[in-house]
């Protein structure tokens, strides 16, 4: 008899990933996420999709090496906005620091997946020629940027709520 697949919630395996310097951030995340009834569906060893009324809105990874585009260490973790585009200038004009983590957390290509060598994508009036089809990764997120994350998310639920 094949054994069941595991599909490990987060909070049983973010702490035995995660260090203890980036671990706040990432529990301050979570329970955000919870919260607001976001659910946190596991995709694949170390991530979990971020569903709000059937729609894809991100995604957390951690310590991802099969995947080289996310270059994510051992204890590193990260977030990745699933069809946020629209929401951006909304962030970013509730607050300018906003824009400048946006736009910082961008994803150029390394040619390490087959979208290589990138594509043209435009983020906040500013156009990237070789941008991963990844588009944004936050790793590693500091407070400010999982606030400016916490933000991108409420402005994307109030826009499926309406």
């Given at each position: 008899?094949?054994?069941?697949?595991?599909?490990?919630?987060?909070?049983?395996?973010?702490?035995n990933i995660i260090n203890e310097e980036?671990?706040?951030?990432?529990?301050?995340l979570i329970s955000f996420i919870k919260?607001?009834?976001?659910?946190?569906?596991?995709?694949?060893?170390?991530?979990?999709?971020?569903?709000?009324?059937?729609?894809?809105?991100?995604?957390?990874?951690?310590?991802?090496?099969?995947?080289?585009?996310?270059?994510?260490?051992?204890?590193?973790?990260?977030?990745?906005?699933?069809?946020?585009?629209?929401?951006?200038?909304?962030?970013?004009?509730?607050?300018?620091?906003?824009?400048?983590?946006?736009?910082?957390?961008?994803?150029?290509?390394?040619?390490?997946?087959?979208?290589?060598?990138?594509?043209?994508?435009?983020?906040?009036?500013?156009?990237?020629?070789?941008?991963?089809?990844?588009?944004?990764?936050?790793?590693?997120?500091?407070?400010?940027?999982?606030?400016?994350?916490?933000?991108?998310?409420?402005?994307?639920?109030?826009q499926l709520n309406n």
């Amino acid at each position: 008899m094949a054994e069941k697949q595991l599909k490990p919630k987060i909070d049983e395996v973010v702490g035995n990933i995660i260090n203890e310097e980036n671990l706040g951030n990432a529990l301050d995340l979570i329970s955000f996420i919870k919260e607001n009834k976001i659910s946190l569906r596991w995709s694949s060893t170390n991530c979990w999709q971020l569903y709000y009324k059937s729609k894809r809105i991100g995604i957390i990874r951690m310590t991802e090496k099969a995947y080289p585009m996310y270059a994510l260490g051992a204890s590193s973790w990260l977030f990745a906005p699933w069809g946020l585009d629209d929401i951006l200038e909304i962030v970013a004009d509730d607050n300018p620091k906003a824009k400048e983590i946006i736009l910082s957390n961008v994803r150029q290509c390394n040619s390490c997946s087959s979208c290589g060598p990138g594509h043209k994508r435009t983020f906040l009036g500013r156009q990237f020629d070789k941008a991963c089809h990844a588009g944004i990764s936050m790793i590693n997120p500091d407070k400010v940027t999982v606030n400016c994350i916490k933000r991108m998310l409420e402005v994307k639920k109030n826009q499926l709520n309406n």
